[in-house]
């Protein structure tokens, strides 16, 4: 039992970076992917590393590339996350299991070991704070990358 949660969940994963891989055509150093299922709200985004500069899914055509970056693109990356979220939430459900409130991946294009890394929370990250939101909290992690990248 705990093997199929597991075996699900990192199948749930690992569509989620394929579908951020896919978004620039697979042209990026390093993909990061955040998930947050709290407050009855289930949110998901992701940024990227490219040529060693950090820069957010519409933005991503700074680094010279020609990325397909319309808006339709990016709700259609938004919306298979969102919905890889949804089904993490309802596999931890199914099985009994806390389900994490934040989920934050990184997937390294250019590492030749541990390519992938995950970050589960399950304690409350914006329930507690009225004035936290979501996107807050992807914005500091996006603001630390780029600063530990670009510094």
Request: net charge negative; proline share 2%.
């Amino acid at each position: 039992m705990i093997n199929e949660l597991q075996d699900k969940f990192m199948e749930l994963q690992t569509d989620m970076v394929e579908i951020a891989l896919e978004y620039v055509n697979w042209k990026a150093d390093c993909i990061y992917i955040y998930g947050s299922i709290e407050n009855d709200a289930i949110t998901a985004d992701v940024f990227y590393k490219i040529n060693n500069k950090v820069y957010l899914k519409y933005k991503i055509n700074e680094a010279n590339n020609s990325f397909d970056v319309s808006i339709e693109r990016q709700k259609g990356l938004i919306s298979i996350c969102v919905a890889d979220m949804t089904k993490v939430k309802e596999l931890f459900e199914a099985h009994d299991s806390d389900v994490p409130t934040e989920i934050r991946l990184t997937y390294n294009l250019k590492a030749e070991k541990e390519k992938f890394q995950a970050q589960y929370n399950y304690d409350p990250v914006t329930a507690l704070d009225p004035e936290l939101t979501t996107n807050d909290v992807f914005t500091q992690w996006y603001n630390e990358v780029k600063k530990e990248v670009e510094s």
